[in-house]
Antibody, heavy 117, light 107 residues
Framework: EVQLVQSGAEVKKPGESLKISCGGS????????IAWVRQMPGQGLEWMGT????????RYSPSFQGQVIISADKSITTAYLQWSSLKASDTAMYFC??????????WGPGTLVTVSS | EIVLTQSPGTLSLSPGDTATLSCRAS???????LGWYQQKPGQAPRLLIS???TRATGIPGRFSGSGSGTDFTLTISRLEPEDFAVYYC????????FGGGTRVEIK
């Protein structure tokens, strides 16, 4: 059974950089599309972008283009989400999920990012 | 950009009731790429329905999806205590779009 494992919770100050990860466990993920989804406190789900782990082809939501960088390491089938300068408004839970046939069929447990001075 | 509007925002029902959740698209979308998700507090979302009407693996039969074009429905028959949660519709067309969610709460 494919599972997604995400890096642990982070507490950062405004202006700091951060890179969080999402990898597969159990059976190999193989080459798949991985989506990143933001959920701000008490709010709904927002798609940030998607990356194909095979060749790092990346699609960004217009809302997040230029705000984050999505990358992947094919050799370890891991996707990353990074910020160069965090803001308090980046405080949220960040989920990764496998995109298969248009469905987000496997989800990671989420990484809570807290940005506070 | 297609917008998915879910209604109602909150549904107050009792166990055993039937929940009917709506997802309306601002333009026609392909049924093949319309999904529904359940999210419980403190948990990641879980895929319930794909292709507008196909239950995902392990999803009980009381969950059913229907619709086409711009109007889609998730029906939960005979609500169980564990069904009280937030439900999202989602559409894929190269990009991913989520509806705003419907909270199903205990009356």
């Amino acid at each position: 059974e494919v599972q997604l494992v995400q890096s642990g919770a982070e507490v950062k100050k405004p202006g700091e950089s951060l890179k969080i990860s999402c990898g597969g466990s159990g059976h190999s993920l193989g080459d798949f599309w991985i989506a990143w989804v933001r959920q701000m406190p008490g709010q709904g789900l927002e798609w940030m972008g998607t990356i194909y782990t095979g060749d790092s082809d990346t699609r960004y939501s217009p809302s997040f283009q230029g705000q984050v960088i999505i990358s992947a390491d094919k050799s370890i089938t891991t996707a990353y989400l990074q910020w160069s300068s965090l803001k308090a408004s980046d405080t949220a839970m960040y989920f990764c999920a496998r995109l298969l046939g248009g469905d987000l069929d496997v989800w990671g447990p989420g990484t809570l990012v807290t940005v506070s001075s | 950009e297609i917008v998915l509007t879910q209604s109602p925002g909150t549904l107050s029902l009792s166990p055993g009731d039937t929940a009917t959740l709506s997802c309306r698209a601002s333009q026609s979308v392909s049924s093949s790429y319309l999904g529904w998700y359940q999210q419980k507090p403190g948990q990641a979302p879980r895929l319930l329905i794909s292709g507008a009407s196909t239950r995902a693996t392990g999803i009980p039969g009381r969950f059913s999806g229907s619709g086409s074009g711009t109007d889609f429905t998730l029906t939960i028959s005979r609500l169980e205590p564990e069904d009280f949660a937030v439900y999202y519709c989602q559409r894929y067309a190269g990009s991913v779009t989520f509806g705003g969610g419907t909270r199903v709460e205990i009356k």
